[in-house]
């Protein structure tokens, strides 16, 4: 069996040892590597004949962080890391850290811990422990305020945001920024530097944090804010108390440190964030896919349509730097849409995120036409014209007769048959769906739908270029709405009969917004649009898609025929006071009409419980489902879906990864209560049988469980 080799080994340049970690793919620090740094110290301890020691990563970057897989090993603690820590601190010969790529978390606590930090010109540093639910738990927490001072260190810490070396030199945290051959090269001429100077250690644990310039109120008022608008993130709060501490003296501070980092390394929050996180770079693999496939290269883009979904578009890749061309059918349509995106262009400069040069470069990179001709030199074409078959097919025909040979031909459908759409090209190979999420500059997903014929370094590419354009990619199977529209139909049917039983659209918000949801059902249909809404409905049904219920989504059609299309038009299941949602009596008499006229009954206030239940464990067996029929690889890629198309909270893992949360023999049993209570005549509640076969499974773990105890 071959050997892996150490990730963390120790080697000597004349008089200076150079310590060596060597953990791809980012070195961060794993059971091993802990081991590994703590052979090399005693190593190094007992050979005095050397002056310094340097550490120093492999590969593209330093550490870039605790192992976040080693988290969920059963007895993990940070202490061990921590104690090599204060041995190398503790040294009596210099230390210097050699910083290169990125140096986060663990890794920004290693380099804290030398002596002295160089960098290499384009590191980037930060502490994102926060966007996992957690504080630094190697004394960053303490370490860094003595460094930079308590207000920066709280303002990293608690955004997680990363700054380049420049301002870390600025800051204090890196003590030079030098260009050197290799990153091993700049810690070795540092070294030297250091040791020619005759310095001395250098411990930050042994310095005192600086307070004098802040208010007295300054960690009150941290901690009001934390609450405020961080409400369910445990870890926000948990910050600002550990930042506090290193006021303390340096061990007291470290106590209340690792007492927060232990508490919220179990906390159900970080879970579920390290869940998205591995969740996320697992969407990005397809199954049976082979890595060495030949990506077909996207220099320019074409998109039909400039509406609000186009001009979107076309804003992503003008914001990475690739030209591209928007085909409209008049001048009227195609002026408005290249004003939106200027317009949309310009408020992000007022707010100081884009300079007016960096407006003007990437307007430049976008062009208008009338003529699809101008489509014909462009390796992708996406197409965003009304949700319409007829129309899409039309315009998928002529895009076959004029795209170049090898062009990639994608549709930004929401709902419909990428199978037919991709057959009216004529080259179905290249066809590929490209669902973006409204605002599509903005959304970070995008669903990629596969359909029967694409090719897969079609799909390889639209992966790649995904990742290029700052975009979550998720692949999904052709059917009706995909991964994310599919579970929102019945999300919003369900939204509907508790309306049309009597509850109001606030109601039926609240009841998910308090889970943490960034808008309930109503609010984001008015948003989305009715009109929107109601047409996908329309024409599910002129597929045959619809169940044989007339009073399905009959709240959304009769708004539609009212005109009310929601947030644009001041009404929809809400009225608009301005952009503010209230509670509309008209809505409660439409609601109730509908009731009477398909024989619903109208009950008194609907248990916050149940509007909760009949949302989501719908929509989760609507998961299974999509899983069953491998539509979706694997759950993590639902939960991508809905957490970064749809506002499901992340702290709660996405609905796949609650559905475990809640227990899937609870949500079953659910099911079966409301297909009693509620009726089941359409299959509403009928269990996907891969939940069902799931919860039976967990219900046996249990049952064991409960006869072992
Ligand atoms: C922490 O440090 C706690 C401490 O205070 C206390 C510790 C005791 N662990 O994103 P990419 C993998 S908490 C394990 O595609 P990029 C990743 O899964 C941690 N694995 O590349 C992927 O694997 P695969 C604080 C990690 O170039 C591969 O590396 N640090 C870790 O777009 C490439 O990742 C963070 O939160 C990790 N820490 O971006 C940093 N990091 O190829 C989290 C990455 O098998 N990481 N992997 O799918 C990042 O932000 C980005 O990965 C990074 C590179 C910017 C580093």
């Not at 550490?63 to 090993?73: E, T």
């Not at 002295?116 to 738990?137: D, F, H, I, N, Q």
């Not at 917004?513 to 960034?518: F, H």
Request: aromatic share 6%; with cysteine; glycine share 10%.
């Amino acid at each position: 069996m071959p050997s892996t080799p150490a990730p963390v080994t120790l080697s000597r340049r004349g008089h200076i040892a150079v310590m060596t970690i060597d953990n791809p793919p980012v070195n961060a620090i794993s059971p091993a590597v802990v081991a590994g740094l703590s052979t090399a110290l005693d190593a190094f301890e007992s050979d005095r004949t050397l002056g310094a020691l340097l550490v120093h990563c492999e590969g593209r970057t330093f550490v870039a962080g605790g192992d976040i897989g080693s988290f969920d090993q059963p007895g993990f603690s940070a202490l061990p890391f921590n104690r090599v820590l204060a041995r190398l601190e503790g040294l009596d010969r210099p230390v210097v850290g050699a910083l290169h790529g990125t140096v986060l978390g663990g890794g920004l606590e290693l380099a804290l811990a030398c002596h002295w930090r160089t960098a290499s010109p384009g590191t980037r540093l930060g502490m994102p422990e926060v966007k996992l639910g957690l504080l630094p738990g190697s004394l960053g927490t303490q370490r860094l305020p003595r460094l930079a001072g308590i207000e920066l260190a709280l303002d990293l810490i608690s955004s997680g945001r990363m700054i380049g070396a420049d301002a870390a030199q600025a800051a204090g945290i890196v003590d030079e920024v030098r260009d050197a051959q290799s990153p091993l090269q700049l810690g070795l001429d540092y070294a030297k530097e250091i040791v020619a100077r005759n310095a001395g250690p250098r411990r930050i644990s042994e310095t005192q944090v600086a307070r004098d310039a802040l208010p007295a109120d300054f960690f009150a008022k941290a901690l009001a804010d934390a609450v405020r608008k961080k409400p369910s993130y445990p870890s926000a709060r948990a910050i600002v108390e550990a930042v506090q501490a290193s006021a303390l003296p340096f061990a007291e501070g470290e106590a209340i440190e690792a007492r927060l980092f232990e508490a919220l390394i179990r906390s159900p929050q970080s879970k579920a964030l390290r869940h998205l996180f591995f969740a996320e770079r697992e969407a990005a693999r397809i199954p049976g896919l082979s890595k060495g496939v030949q990506l077909r290269a996207i220099r320019k883009v074409g998109i039909v349509g400039a509406g609000t979904m186009g001009g979107g578009i076309a804003m992503n890749f003008a914001n990475a730097g690739i030209p591209t061309v928007l085909v409209e059918s008049t001048q009227a349509a195609l002026d408005r849409g290249l004003g939106i995106v200027q317009a949309n262009y310009e408020a992000t400069a007022a707010k100081g995120r884009l300079t007016a040069e960096q407006v003007r470069e990437r307007m430049a990179l976008l062009s208008g036409s009338l003529d699809y001709a101008r489509l014909s030199d462009c390796d992708l074409v996406i197409e965003a014209v009304f949700e319409n078959m007829d129309l899409k097919k039309e315009v998928c025909m002529r895009l076959g007769a004029v795209c170049k040979r090898g062009a990639i031909i994608a549709t930004n459908t929401s709902t419909l048959d990428v199978n037919a759409l991709a057959a009216a090209t004529g080259r179905d190979q290249d066809v590929v769906g490209m669902h973006f999420f409204s605002p599509a500059n903005v959304m970070r997903l995008l669903e990629v739908v596969r359909g029967a014929h694409t090719a897969p370094d079609v799909l390889a590419t639209v992966m790649q270029l995904a990742r290029r354009i700052g975009k979550v990619a998720v692949v999904s199977g052709v059917c009706y709405g995909f991964i994310g529209n599919r579970m929102a139909e019945v999300y919003m049917r369900e939204a509907e009969f508790l309306m049309m039983e009597g509850a109001s659209p606030s109601q039926i918000d609240g009841a998910v917004e308090a889970l943490g949801m960034a808008m309930g059902p109503c609010r984001m249909l008015d948003m989305a649009g009715i009109d929107v809404g109601a047409k996908t409905v329309i024409e599910y049904g002129k597929a045959g898609g619809l169940p044989p219920d007339d009073s399905y989504r009959a709240v959304v059609r009769r708004l539609f025929e009212l005109g009310r299309f929601g947030q644009k038009t001041g009404s929809g299941y809400y009225r608009y006071e301005g952009r503010r949602p209230v509670d509309d009596p008209e809505t409660a008499k439409i609601a109730r009409a509908m009731a009477d006229a398909h024989g619903i009954a109208q009950r008194g206030e609907i248990a916050r419980q149940e509007i909760v239940e009949r949302l989501l464990y719908p929509l989760i067996n609507e998961g299974f489902r999509i899983l069953e029929e491998g539509m979706a690889y694997r759950p993590g890629d639902i939960d991508i879906v809905w957490t970064a198309g749809y506002g499901f909270p992340d702290h709660q893992g996405g609905p796949m990864f609650m559905a475990d949360a809640i227990g899937l023999p609870k949500i079953v049993e659910r099911m079966a209560h409301y297909a009693a209570t509620r009726g089941n005549a359409f299959g509403y509640w009928a269990v996907s049988p891969l939940l069902a076969s799931r919860a039976a499974r967990d219900r046996r773990v249990s049952d064991l469980g409960e006869t072992g105890r």
